[in-house]
């Protein structure tokens, strides 16, 4: 799907995201219709050669300047760098999107305090780590947005997720707390909770061979979504079409995590 397809061209003109977990899977997405409509967009993880290889094929494709600063988000002294060259380069940011995450599945048995903690640390403090390093910039920007890409694994218990469920409820809450302390500064805290998305890292690594066709028959819609459908949402949540939306969790999963147990196959 071209977002332009859906969105006018210039919808996004004048904005400045950093999007952490940018080179791959949900958030390249996200970087590739931010670009293709008029954003410029800094892209962060821990891999230089993918950062370069993501940000040059946006760049190719969407003419706009789109740079790869690598970072740890672990790290709030590397997120500040990232975002002091964003700043150095295109004189603000008004838009960080996190979503730079770990996952596997493991038993809570089995799970090493090391496991919970590093999934945990991630998803978690590295969201709050970027949120933090990008205050200043966001607040004096105005007209700011952080968008959280968090999950629905929290809403029920999620086998052999403990450490993922446990540390996207702490963005969910991230998200609202955020939406409240930081709304007065014109800066609007929203998330997006994906269902289960084709063609992502998350995905093979969750739903691999015959789970994916299981998971299917649980989801209303009777498919995975795309990741042109997270990124739809995104576009939306940064244009001026969501200007009084703050503190949202836009689930966008097919139905998946509205269906009721046992009868969800049905
Ligand atoms: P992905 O491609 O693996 O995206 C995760 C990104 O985070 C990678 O680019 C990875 O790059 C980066 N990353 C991991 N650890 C990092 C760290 N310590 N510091 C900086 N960057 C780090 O997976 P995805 O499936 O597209 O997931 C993207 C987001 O959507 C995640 O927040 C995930 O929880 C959420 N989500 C996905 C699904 C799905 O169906 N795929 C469903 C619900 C929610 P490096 O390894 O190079 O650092
Ligand atoms: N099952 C159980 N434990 C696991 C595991 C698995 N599949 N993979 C990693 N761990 C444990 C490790 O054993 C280690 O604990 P220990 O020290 O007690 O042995 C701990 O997690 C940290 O592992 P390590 O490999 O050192 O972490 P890392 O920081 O290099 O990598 C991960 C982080 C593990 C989350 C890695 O999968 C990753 O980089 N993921 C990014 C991409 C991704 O997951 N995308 C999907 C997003 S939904």
Known sequence: MNPTDIFRGDVLA??????????????????????????????TSRKQDALDATAAELRAESGREVLGVAADVRDPAALAQVVARAVERFGKIDTLVNGAAGNFLAPAAALSPNGFRTVVEIDLLGTFHACKAAFEPLRTAGDALILNITATLHYHGTPLQIHASAAKAGVDAVTRNLAVEWGQFGIRVNAIAPGPIDDTEGMRKLAPGEMKQKAIKAIPLRRFGTVDEIAAAAVWLRSRGAAYVNGAVIVVDGGESVTAGMFAAM
């Open 14 to 43: 004048g904005h400045v995201a950093v999007i952490t977990g940018g080179a791959t899977g949900i958030c390249k997405g996200i970087a590739r219709a931010y670009a293709r409509l008029g954003c410029d967009v800094v892209i």
